[in-house]
């Protein structure tokens, strides 16, 4: 039988989630900060790259390739084994319900669709550096990090977008179908966003 998603209210409305004002507020972010912030720091390592490491142009079309498909993968490890984690004792359920439990409650909430600009930033900066130990070499990161970087600005986009588009194209209603059925079907399948690529590989797509 199919899990039953609980969630307590599909209206618009933005729950306190700290006591303290200047932290709840900043856990609150309109969408379009996400664009004004990513698409410099994208246009950035694609100038780094291109311009500056002389990275070849088909090298280049390569790695950003490659750093979005890695995206769509870490994007849906990420949902699935973090965001999905039932941590055990208050401080995990705390954790849990502040990452992504106050979002399954209150999934309409248009202020807490998209990640907020201090964590996105720090695990950016993060993932920047472990890319680089990984490749060790600045050129080739660059370029894997701008697809990356992109890969994940159109996830945030698209998760607003899911909820609040009325866009009629086939691929966008199927993304839609594919997260609206995680929200209100089953919480256990749908994890992809941006792509439903990695639900079919690892066999947890809806049930028809």
Do not use: C
């Not at 291109?50 to 750093?67: C, H, M, P, Q, R």
């Not at 309409?108 to 990640?115: G, P």
């Amino acid at each position: 039988m199919e899990k039953k998603v609980l969630y307590k209210s599909g209206e618009n409305k933005s729950p306190r989630m700290f006591k303290n004002d200047f932290i709840d507020y900043f856990s609150r972010i309109h969408p379009m900060v996400i664009p004004v912030i990513y698409i410099p720091i994208i246009g950035y390592f694609i100038y780094q790259s291109i311009f500056v490491f002389e990275v070849g142009y088909l090298s280049f079309l390569g790695l950003t390739l490659g750093g979005i498909v890695f995206w769509t993968l870490f994007e849906y490890l990420l949902h699935r084994y973090f965001f999905h984690y039932e941590f055990k004792g208050k401080i995990g359920q705390r954790i849990h319900f502040i990452a992504h439990g106050v979002h399954h409650d209150y999934p309409n909430d248009h202020l807490r669709l998209v990640i907020p600009p201090a964590v996105s930033l720090s695990l950016a900066v993060a993932l920047y550096w472990i890319f680089y130990l990984i490749f060790q070499d600045k050129g080739i990161t660059a370029s894997f990090y701008s697809g990356f970087m992109l890969g994940y600005l159109v996830y945030d986009m698209m998760h607003y977008a899911t909820h609040y588009s009325k866009y009629r194209g086939k691929w966008f209603l199927k993304i839609k179908k594919n997260h609206m059925d995680h929200h209100y079907k089953n919480h256990d399948r749908g994890f992809g966003l941006s792509s439903t690529f990695w639900d079919i590989i690892f066999k947890t797509t809806h049930k028809k």
